[in-house]
């Protein structure tokens, strides 16, 4: 009976989404701006032999920002036209967020219910709005480190190498996550082995840009000019904020800040499973990184998923929640006030990921405190 129901649902999501899919690709009005500037539109110009960060050659504003490696790897979405591109780039996205749910919640088989309160939290955050509503990267971003850390034993070399140089389209999300996992290759596998996979990795890097050097040689030129026009905005950053808030010792208190987190970032790969250690190492980037945007936001959720997967007393897993939408309503209400400066919500990782530290507290503080029979208990009301 059990099998019979799992397939049953099984087969009613897999329907699910191929209607959906069928009718997304179909459509002809969804397009995403962040997509179409820079991603589509060079793998478009590439296509065609141009050069793709030529990308004003199709349209009058926007320009392309996101490495190379990314270009080459989804460049046959050049070949569509941009709506059904688009609306095949929401269709991976929605599978990238289903799949970044279910690795998160620590089980081949999660608890139906929790699950389904999972994804829809994750729908409904509203980071994850304008990421899908833009057609941006960040939820593929994070996807592919939480595969590097959490399938990296099992990978071939050139597999893992691959994914490292697929994770970079936007560089600055990396800044943790890369050096925690060399930290913790060197660990496992000494420093050879991790020298062979650094090798490995560029020469990924030239596979995945092969095909522009192969279809307009002279792309690089262009590439930095695109970099040279990208206007100077105001980050929801910590960086930003202590520059405005504290002037002349904001970015010296900013680089201690930094330093800090990173060295926090390392032990945490030293000492906690790879599980945890990329997940923790998701958040922190979105605290210290100078170049962020809201919607990059959505880096925090695995943290937060897990965190509500691994919740055992009843106080740790509605902290969550409330804190979820603690955030959501803030974010909401400057939304509805039309305050769109996105530097004002610096503030949206260092709330949440101060609501998952308290419940991450006290549910430690209840597994040493009290008997274990207790424990058990409060877990078998809570599954």
């Not at 105001?234 to 002349?248: D, Q």
């Not at 919607?295 to 007393?313: C, N, T």
Request: glycine share 4%; hydrophobic share 55%.
């Amino acid at each position: 009976m059990q099998i019979k129901r799992r397939l049953t649902i099984f087969a009613a999501v897999s329907i699910t989404l191929f209607l959906l899919g069928f009718f997304v690709v179909r459509s002809t009005v969804f397009s995403c701006w962040d997509f179409r500037n820079n991603l589509w539109g060079p793998t478009y110009l590439l296509t065609h032999g141009q050069s793709p960060y030529r990308v004003d050659k199709l349209f009058e504003l926007g320009n392309a920002v996101w490495m190379p490696m990314i270009v080459g790897l989804f460049f046959p979405l050049g070949f569509l036209t941009l709506q059904q591109a688009s609306n095949l780039w929401f269709i991976f996205n929605l599978i990238w967020i289903l799949l970044i749910v279910w690795i998160s919640s620590g089980s081949r088989r999660p608890p139906m219910l929790l699950f389904s309160v999972a994804i829809f939290l994750s729908l409904l955050f509203p980071p994850m709005i304008t990421h899908l509503w833009l057609g941006q990267i960040s939820i593929f971003i994070t996807l592919v480190f939480i595969g590097i850390a959490i399938g990296n034993e099992r990978m071939p070399l050139l597999l893992l190498a691959a994914l490292m140089a697929a994770s970079l389209p936007k560089p600055q999300l990396a800044i943790f996550v890369l050096p925690g996992f060399l930290i913790y290759r060197i660990k496992k596998y000494g420093i050879q082995k991790t020298i062979q996979l650094l090798a490995s990795f560029v020469g990924c890097i030239f596979i995945l840009t092969l095909p522009l050097l192969l279809a307009y040689p002279n792309w690089i030129p262009d590439f930095i000019l695109e970099f040279q026009k990208n206007p100077s905005w105001a980050h929801p950053s910590s960086l930003e904020f202590l520059r405005n808030a504290v002037p002349g010792f904001g970015t010296i208190i900013w680089v201690i800040l930094a330093l800090t987190l990173f060295v926090v970032n390392i032990r945490l790969w030293m000492t906690l499973p790879n599980r945890k250690a990329i997940y923790w190492s998701l958040a922190l980037t979105l605290l210290i990184t100078p170049y962020v945007w809201t919607w990059d936001f959505v880096m925090i959720l695995p943290l937060f998923i897990s965190s509500l997967f691994e919740a055992r007393k009843k106080t740790s897993f509605w902290i969550l929640i409330g804190g979820y939408f603690v955030v959501w309503t803030l974010i909401t209400s400057l939304k509805v006030r039309d305050e769109v400066n996105e530097s004002l919500f610096w503030w949206v990782p260092w709330l949440f990921t101060a609501f998952i530290i308290s419940s991450q507290y006290i549910q430690t503080q209840f597994r040493s405190i009290i008997p274990q029979s207790t424990v058990l208990n409060e877990e078998s009301k809570l599954s």
